[in-house]
Structure formats: structure tokens, C-alpha cells
């Protein structure tokens, strides 16, 4: 079993900053891809940002230039640097992980989810 805790949202100004993680634990024998998605109320699920173990990064069209994702392989650690924020952006924020655990393929974990609410 694998567990996501997130942390690091709340409100922010139009055009402000913040910075969002997760970390991994639990029985992890390969950590794969990690990301973040995003929920606004009344929509779907759409991806924001993934990042594979090799480093390799993919973004959502609305927020290429603005976001940035990376990760720290040796703390199972995957953060998320929002920049110029907008209020388009308020959100649940979702982690994701694919994970390989003892006796098991790869699965999908998710996190907790974290509201970010960009408001002035």
C-alpha cells in the first residue's frame, strides 16, 4: 500500500505564487511517474503536470510558462512551483503516482487533494 500526503495550498492573489507537494510512503519498490491534476467545481478532472523518473515533463496547455513541476527521488517528493496565478487556476489539486509495490504491477495512488483559491 502507498500513501500521498499533500500539503502547501490556500489563497492566493491574482498573480501570486505557491507552492504545493506531496510525498510518497509506504511499501514502494519502484516509484514511476508523479503529478498533479486539478477539479474545479462542476468539471472534470484534467491533468496540470506529470513528470516521469527520468525527469522528462509534460504540462497542460493553460499552464506551460507558469508552473513548474519537479521531484526529489531520493525523498519520494514531487512538488509543484505555481507562478502568476490566476483565478482560472482555483482548484482542487490532486497528486498522483504511479507506484510498483512488493508482489504487485504498477498502480495509480492519489492524494488527498488541496484547494488552492486564487481570489483578490
Known amino acids: 500500500q502507498v500513501q500521498l500526503v499533500q500539503s502547501g495550498g490556500g489563497l492566493v492573489q491574482p498573480g501570486g505564487s505557491l507552492r504545493l507537494s506531496c510525498t510518497a510512503s509506504g511499501s514502494i519498490f519502484r516509484l514511476n511517474s508523479m503529478g498533479w491534476y486539478r477539479q474545479a467545481p462542476g468539471k472534470e478532472r484534467d491533468l496540470v503536470a506529470r513528470?516521469?523518473?527520468?525527469?522528462?515533463?509534460n504540462y497542460g496547455e493553460s499552464v506551460k510558462g507558469r508552473f513548474t513541476i519537479s521531484r526529489d527521488n531520493a525523498r519520494n517528493t514531487v512538488y509543484l512551483q505555481m507562478n502568476g496565478l490566476k483565478p482560472e487556476d482555483t482548484a482542487v489539486y490532486y497528486c498522483?503516482?504511479?507506484?510498483?509495490?512488493?508482489?504487485?504491477?504498477?498502480?495509480?495512488?492519489w492524494g488527498q487533494g488541496t484547494q488552492v483559491i486564487v481570489s483578490s
Open positions: 498522483n503516482a504511479v507506484a510498483t509495490a512488493p508482489y504487485s504491477g504498477p498502480q495509480d495512488y
Open positions: 513528470i516521469a523518473a527520468s525527469g522528462n515533463t
